[in-house]
């Protein structure tokens, strides 16, 4: 664990966050800004830097729930498709150095989406209706995994 990582902060209960799904090595968290609705982040309860310095078991936990999550997420949000994805350095985006898989839902009524429109904090009452939308889902999907 990192002092000042809010990922460690968050995975060991020192920061607030809006969980979907928590086990021994991951958690599945709302994105504090998201680009849609419904972004969701998978982070592991332990430090790594970025995906590439993940050990195997630690990647098939979180590879695991990814996917798991990403479903929920597509059905419950009623989205079109979904872009899983993380980024690996500074070059590339990354501003949380410590893992993360981005869920986001995508519809095709929004031709023109973007991907650097500006991004607002989600708040209490958004937070709650898209985890009431998905939290449905994730626990029937749990079961098909």
Known sequence: ???DCIFCKISNGQEQ???????????AILDRFPISPGHTLVITKKHYQDYL??????????SRISRIVGLAVKLGMNADGIRLFTNVG???SQIIFHVHIHIVPLWEREPNFTWFRKRAEINPNAANYVL?????YLNETLFRF
């Not at 966050?17 to 958690?27: G, H, T, W």
């Not at 310095?53 to 979180?62: A, F, I, K, M």
């Open 132 to 136: 009431n939308k998905i939290k449905p």
């Open 90 to 92: 500074r070059a590339a």
């Open 53 to 62: 310095s993940v050990p195997d078991e630690e990647l098939y936990d979180l």
């Open 17 to 27: 966050a809006y969980k979907l799904f928590e086990n021994e090595r991951v958690i």
């Open 1 to 3: 664990m990192l002092r």
